[in-house]
Nanobody, 124 residues
Framework: QVQLEESGGELVQAGGSLRLSCAAS????????MGWFRHTPGKERVFVAT????????YYADSVKGRFTISRDNAKNTVYLQMNSLKPEDTAVYYC?????????????????WGQGTQVTVSS
């Protein structure tokens, strides 16, 4: 079992940066791939980024590639999402998710555990 809690979301101007954190509890974190997804009202929850259990393999949605960076610190049971050059279309609730296995995935249904989300609002 893994419990996840996101933090770091806030209101920021376009072009600015934010770093989201996701603190995990549970002894399986270090063997779990992690992902970030986002959701805007009226749309489906969509993939943003994923990282494998070692932190050596990452994958991004095209919409954030080159602007966002996912990373993890297994000693702190935490995964991060560094977001730079933010755009108004990045406004969403951002969710952290954990898989039961170590390989990353862009598919929402591959994730077993989810946090409650943190709101990111980018003003133009």
């Amino acid at each position: 079992q893994v419990q996840l809690e996101e933090s770091g979301g806030e209101l920021v101007q376009a072009g600015g940066s934010l770093r989201l954190s996701c603190a995990a509890s549970g002894r399986t974190f270090t063997s779990s791939a992690m992902g970030w997804f986002r959701h805007t009202p009226g749309k489906e929850r969509v993939f943003v980024a994923t990282i494998n259990w070692t932190g050596l393999t990452t994958y991004y949605a095209d919409s954030v590639k080159g602007r966002f960076t996912i990373s993890r610190d297994n000693a702190k049971n935490t995964v991060y999402l560094q977001m730079n050059s933010l755009k108004p279309e990045d406004t969403a609730v951002y969710y952290c998710a954990a898989r039961k296995i170590g390989n990353g995935s862009s598919h929402l249904d591959d994730y077993a555990y989810w946090g409650q989300g943190t709101q990111v609002t980018v003003s133009s």
